[in-house]
Nanobody
Framework: QVQLVESGGGSVQAGGSLRLSCAAS????????MGWFRQAPGKEREGVAN????????YYADSVKGRFTISQDNYKNTVYLQMDSLNPEDTAMYYC??????????????????????WGQGTQVTVSS
């Protein structure tokens, strides 16, 4: 059974940083696509970043490019999201997801949420002005 556990959320002031972690267990494939999504109250879920663990290709949404960094530790089966220069618009519940890699993921393109079959419970990020 695949299990994803997110951690690292919290409350920070604008301009601050947080690092989210997503530990995956029960996923037997060595190469996978892992993504971070977020959803603010009253808004649709938004793709933030994804990474192809087989080669390291990454994608970032325009809204976070240059501020957020997705990375991986394959030995720990963990993906991270380093978030710098946070602003109140980043306030949301952040979710990680995993599934088999697609050509898009491997080439560093956006992978829509519908292509991810396994999701974590989410971790809240709140940024105050």
């Amino acid at each position: 059974q695949v299990q994803l556990v997110e951690s690292g959320g919290g409350s920070v002031q604008a301009g601050g940083s947080l690092r989210l972690s997503c530990a995956a267990s029960g996923y037997t494939y060595s190469s996978k696509c892992m993504g971070w999504f977020r959803q603010a109250p009253g808004k649709e879920r938004e793709g933030v970043a994804n990474i192809y663990t087989g080669g390291g290709s990454t994608y970032y949404a325009d809204s976070v490019k240059g501020r957020f960094t997705i990375s991986q530790d394959n030995y720990k089966n963990t993906v991270y999201l380093q978030m710098d220069s946070l602003n109140p618009e980043d306030t949301a519940m952040y979710y990680c997801a995993v599934d088999l890699p697609t050509d898009g993921c491997a080439s560093g393109s956006w992978v829509p949420s519908g292509l991810f079959g396994h999701w974590g419970q989410g971790t809240q990020v709140t940024v105050s002005s």
